[in-house]
């Protein structure tokens, strides 16, 4: 028995002493510095470096002098120019450093000796460096050392903190603030302006949009056995959902974006519509973005269309031809309503009147009603994840926590995004259709058609689905992840940035947490979906839409996400999974069954550190192991026996056990 | 596909689809109704009737004029003097009532046609009966009819409502307050005093000791398997525990109560400690009550030892023999500074001093530090759950939840006992004795030792040690069960009141949540506990202290809970214990990791309803069943088969697989 340190209130959990399977064991992890990195021992081609550190691996630190790490070279120096002080050329020499491998396609341009002002573990010497890809920092006094493995993607400001006048210790130097809820703050000497060099080279690599360089997924190396950009095949994933069919047509009306520059190529509209008919449509919805299908209900027929909001106006304008359109998207089914869920609050649809937008009028839209679902605009959710930041890090509110959590808000919109979602989900079980839209239908129309897809369809809960999901729901038809992250791009302040895709991921855990059997796929994927969101290793989440990922060639110069997650699925998996194809999950979207993803908003707090892997998934894999070893055994036992004994065990799973065999076949190592 | 009724913010979850193994239909659970009977088409002798609907059953509803139930005569009738309105004379007709079975010595008293205000499905009429030990309603009209079984020992208040006056439709009845968070509340025709008869029979039955009736527990006739008295035997736990040893002597000071009412017979004390010694530190101790020794750590021999506050009084008196007494405690295992853990908030220590009390001053302790624990009194505890009981029942709060449950402070208070035990056990592992006392040494001091206990030694975190932790900490060193119950007794307003226990209870549930896999027993177990706390149906939990369980003759005249529990210990059992003898638990005691308890202070809300078992806990039975049925066709084939490759099976369970095989052992029918 050991005597932790403890304090009032706040005790780390003690790492599991449960016995493990050398499966585990061997890939188990070191926890090696208080800002939670870990590493792995397991060797491995290609390195692969990844750093969300709760739920990931660092893979195994190697000597960065190795030949084939391009070793700095002060002829391309592109700081040469302006690096004129001792101080700096000092800086630039690189020494051989341990701890980090780079990834294919990933440059080292700069290595400092740094404070890292640690706010669990205060002021840390050690060295920093920087490529093209990540910041590295290792300390070199505190043992464990404190890594930090940032990619530069993930960082949205540089700031230098403390001017030439400032005293005091540790107070010149710089404050980085990070999209994965987490600042930075080094500190540097204050002589010779030592931390020019390393503003500079930051600024210009964390945002190289902003000077003319190109997102690291351009550069990026990287080989993977699988091709995450096959994953998506908008006609397969139609043909599954039974389409087309006599109701429904695909059209290729916007095969070169003309109808519609931020919608993709094939779409899915009422049979009876001609081309013309969408034309027309076309100019009464806000962006051109018209009603079309995004899922049908196999037995039915009710569907699942979305769109933008129609150009109304101040003066209340109507569209006959928009009018017919909906109204054929009801005839489909035969059923009396179409239900038109608008995402907004009402006085934002209102108000949007205003602009040229508005909502479908009772008089004009008579088969139809229309449901406004209350859920707040981007900026709203801004502020509420900032919100929220300010009570989790560097510290968590521990005194007043359920108000402080309360009056951020977060969770409320948790809630209204949810439950607007299984309004639609109910409202398709129940037979009838729906159309969704918020203002331009590429936000909360997103979130609300794919979590109600994902309560309706359970093969969108599968890990290769649920990145159908993704792909077909939010980055073809045009969630404007660019403006919405900001890859690249120096301008943190700008109005178009908000966390809606992280706030639709945190409905899908908040789903996962409620259905623990029901996805395939664990909290693992959802982290790792999220750092990649910003991280620009991969083309997956680049560009606002599918005509500008065409015009810049990102399937063939860039490296699918899926293509990662597709090449190690079994990391992915979450153990209790079990296959139920038919049935509709409706989650409890109240407050009581609500929680903070606390995994995910708070994972730096080395206080709220999580155990790895819960006991019981770890017992549960163990379980798992012991049957197949027992399978495998009655195996070898019934190849060699021929007595009439052994005959039964071609039968062995009996018919109540057979999920758990079902989806073991492709979770015997699920480590 | 089926569309619930939804509301926004309130949805169902629906029922798990997930297959199930034939044990578990077996023992499948039938929701009946809106307020949560369940039934169970189980039969079984003798016909238990069980009713915390959320995780236990409800079982076989049997024909009530069975020969072996007494049927209702008029010549015992309690009320036959004071029932002398035709209505009344009418209500008292009793018909054979399906659905209920009565406990052996159970009788019915009256039965009355009655209206039942459910707050979640309005007004019910139907029919309630009322037995020696029970409050039984049946709707006659909603289908599933709702059903309510209330033991009467879990009413707290009864009340008439609407005077003669009283205008309105059901506004004339019977209000109940329920002390399992619940309150119940009846109508009936205002004719002729119709609720007259049922109001006085309700009052004197639940009431029974204000009424100079016995408590239920003397008229049971239940009979099980197991006596749940022979548990706990003080003599054999000090063993388990390494004592008596050269430092530590039994004493049989208290054999008759004559040292220390509110104690066991058997104490433990510093071997150094005459007699004489211990009973001057008597005189200098609230209510006697002195420092013993509850628990010795094996290796490092650090003990924790409880007692009551100091005397010391406005004066500041000192007590040489306590003093010198604290100090063989200190010295026993050689340590330098013995740590006094005062559960109180160092205000309230003060103020003690004006009654007499106080606490362990400085320089007259000089080997010992006091650490105040800020644990609020028994009023506060009190106020906190009714102010949660406000906000959950009937409805719970939904716009403002986490503002209006940090109102309550129930968590807070939760955190703080639970940090308290922390303090306490992480003492222990250093190495370093305690003594933990509060006021009189009851209630705090019960709540510290005993979780603290339950973190340092995974014995208590067994089925077994589990009752012997109640029975030894709680039981035994006389927590007022009688007064901070009121059992039978009808003063709801007594200020002795308060649920120090249920607080508790709360505090191992936390422990329970973050370790999964550390308890034997289940959240069913827990939930039994509270509610036979207020039953009275067994003897476990009556009176204040041995001396008067002994002067009651509770042992012999009454049945133990534990009976029950170990006549079927696998329907308590957690599925994913894993025995680690040698881990202590830290919980975390912060806002963040502390959770509500909704499936026991919430399950009365059809709304909240939780899953019956978990999905994860239902796959992981199935996956146990499926590894025994390959183990056992192992075996079969190993009896018919002598070739040399089935002489490594007698290995089978290979070392990393030890745990699941071990803790299968009595598991094997998990249910």
Redesign the interface.
């Known amino acids: ?4 340190h ?1 304090t ?7 790492e599991s ?6 499966k585990i064991r061997e890939r188990r992890i070191a926890v090696c510095g208080a800002c939670l990195q870990k590493t792995d021992r397991r060797q491995k081609q290609p390195p692969v470096l990844i750093r969300s550190q709760s739920v990931e691996e660092v893979l195994p630190c190697r000597v960065m002098a190795s030949a084939s790490i391009p070793v700095y070279n002060s002829s391309n120096n592109p700081l040469e120019n302006s690096s004129n002080h001792n101080a700096s050329r000092e800086s630039l020499k690189m020494e051989p450093l341990a701890d980090c491998s780079l990834l294919p396609g990933e440059e080292r341009i700069i290595d400092k000796d740094i404070i890292y002002i640690c706010p669990f573990s205060g002021a840390l010497k050690g060295k920093v460096f920087i490529t093209n890809y990540r910041l590295y920092f290792k300390s070199a006094d505190a043992d464990p050392a404190v890594t930090l493995d940032v990619p530069l993607g993930a960082i949205g400001r540089v700031e230098k903190m403390g001017g030439a006048s400032s005293r005091g210790e540790n107070s010149y130097g710089l404050d980085i603030t990070c999209k994965d809820m987490r600042n930075l703050r080094f500190a540097l000497k204050q002589e010779g302006h030592s931390r020019r060099d390393i503003f500079d080279i930051l600024f210009k690599y964390a945002f190289p949009l902003s000077h003319g360089l190109l997102l690291f997924a351009y550069l990026s190396q990287e080989k993977f056995e699988e091709n995450g950009w096959s994953v998506y095949k908008p006609m397969e994933e139609f043909r599954r959902q039974g389409l087309p069919n006599d109701k429904w047509r695909v059209t290729f009306i916007n095969a070169n974006y003309e109808l519609c520059d931020t919608y993709p190529t094939i779409l899915v509209v009422p049979f009876k519509a001609t081309e013309e008919d969408l034309r027309k449509v076309c100019t009464f919805r806000s962006r051109g973005r018209i009603p079309v299908l995004s899922w049908i ?1 196999r ?1 039915n027929q009710a569907v699942i269309c979305r769109c933008s909001q129609p150009l109304v106006g101040m003066s209340g304008k109507r569209n006959k031809d928009d009018e017919r359109y909906l109204d054929l998207i009801r005839e489909a089914n035969g059923t009396a309503k179409l239900t038109i869920y608008d995402a907004r609050p009402s006085v934002n649809a209102v108000a949007n009147k205003a602009t040229g937008g508005g909502y479908e009028g009772d008089d004009a839209y008579q088969n139809a009603e229309l449901v406004f679902l209350d859920i707040h605009n981007i900026h709203v959710m801004r502020e509420s994840l900032k919100k929220l930041k300010d009570i989790v890090y560097p510290n ?1 509110e ?1 005194s ?4 402080s ?3 951020t808000h977060w ?1 409320e919109h948790i ?1 209204l995004v949810i ?1 607007g979602a ?2 639609v989900a ?1 409202k398709i ?2 037979g009838n259709s729906v159309v969704v839209h918020c203002s331009d239908g590429w936000d909360r129309t997103a979130q609300l058609t794919s979590l109600a897809m994902l309560m ?1 369809d359970s093969h969108y809960r599968t890990l290769r689905g649920f990145q159908v999901l993704l792909e077909k729901e939010w980055i073809s038809f045009g969630h404007k992840f660019a403006n919405r992250i900001g890859h690249g791009d120096k301008n943190h302040a700008d109005q178009d940035r908000s966390p809606i895709f992280v706030q639709f991921i945190d409905c899908v855990w908040q789903m996962t947490k ?5 996805f395939e796929f664990n909290e693992r994927l959802l982290v790792t979906i999220l750092d990649h969101l910003f991280s620009c290793r991969f083309g997956t989440f680049l560009y606002n839409c599918e005509s500008a990922r065409d015009t810049n060639e990102l399937r063939s110069k860039t490296v699918s996400l899926w293509s990662l997650v597709n090449s190690d699925l079994s990391f992915y998996q979450n153990p ?1 999974y ?1 296959p ?1 194809s ?11 069954h609500l929680e ?1 993803w ?1 995994t995910y908003y ?1 994972r730096w707090n080395p ?2 550190r999580q155990q790895q892997q ?3 998934e770890q ?2 894999i ?6 197949d ?3 495998k ?2 195996e ?3 190849l ?2 021929s ?1 009439p ?2 005959s039964h ?1 071609s039968n ?3 018919p ?6 079902q989806h073991v076949t492709h979770l015997h190592t699920p480590f």
């Open positions: 028995m050991t005597a932790p403890v009032l209130g706040e005790v780390l959990l003690p002493g449960a016995k493990q399977t050398d209900h037995e968590v521990e007043h926590w359920l108000s959590l309360e009056s969770l809630k439950s299984i309004q109910d079980s129940g309706l409620q259905f623990p059997t029901a209790f079990t139920e038919n049935r509709v999950l409706y989650p409890v979207a109240s407050m009581r903070l606390v708070i206080r709220i819960s006991p019981v017992r549960y163990e379980l798992l192991a012991l049957r070893e027992y399978l055994k009655l070898e036992l019934q060699s026996d007595s004994n052994s065990l062995s799973s009996t109540n056990a057979a999920s758990p065999t």
